[in-house]
C-alpha cells in the first residue's frame, strides 16, 4: 500500500520593528521559512539588527535539515554565516526547537565557528492569550560563549541576554501588529569588552512592530 507524503510551506516573521531607544533608534528583525514533510524539512533562519545611522549591528542567516525527534521537539542541524560588517564567521551547527509544558517555545542551539570558537545560544517565549484577539508574549534570550572572541566583541561566560514583553493585535491570525518593551545587557567580560570600545551594556527599548506568516 502506497503512502503518500504531504509536502508543506511556511515564511514566519516573528519580529519585524522597530525599536525606540536613548541614543540610537533600530530596526530588528527575526524569521524562518520551511519547506517539507512531517518529519523531515529544509529550515532558514534569518535575524539581525540595525541602527540608525550606523548599518547593520548583527545579522545571520542559517541553512538547516529539521528532523523530528517527538510529537513537540525537532531537531536542527546545518550551517550558520553572519553577514554583518566586519570579522565573518562561518558556522556548524547543531540545534532543537521543543515545545515545553505550559506551551513555552524553546530554542537552543550550539555553534562551532570554522576558527574554533564555541558559542550557544537559548530562547524561550509563551504566548498569553488575554482576550480572542490579544495576546500577551514575555521573551528571553541568553547567549554564552566557551572563550573569550575579542574581534566580536564576545567575553567568555554569558555573553548578553535580551528579555521583553510584546502584546500582540491578532484579529487576524497571519497578520498581527504589537507593541513592547525590551530590555538588554552585556554581562562579564563582554560588558568590559563594550566599555573599552566606548558603549554601553544596557539598553531598554519601547518596540512597534508585526508579525505575519505565510
Known sequence: MATSHTVSHLVLVDRLEWQARRGRDGIALSGKAAWGGDLDRLLIRTEGEAAAGKGVESAELRALWSHAVGP?????LGV???????PG?????????AMLPYWIEAEGALFLSHKGEFLARAEFSHDMRLSQELILQ??????L??????ALGIGSGLSDMETGLRLRWAREPTFAPYVGVEWSRKFGRTARLARLDGEGVSTTSLVAGLRFWF
Open 145 to 150: 560563549a566557551a572563550q573569550d572572541v575579542p
Open 72 to 76: 513537540y521537539a525537532n531537531l536542527e
Open 89 to 97: 564567521r562561518t558556522y556548524a551547527t547543531v540545534g532543537i526547537d
Open 138 to 143: 514575555p521573551r528571553a534570550e541568553f547567549n
Open 80 to 86: 550558520r554565516q553572519d553577514l554583518q560588517a566586519g
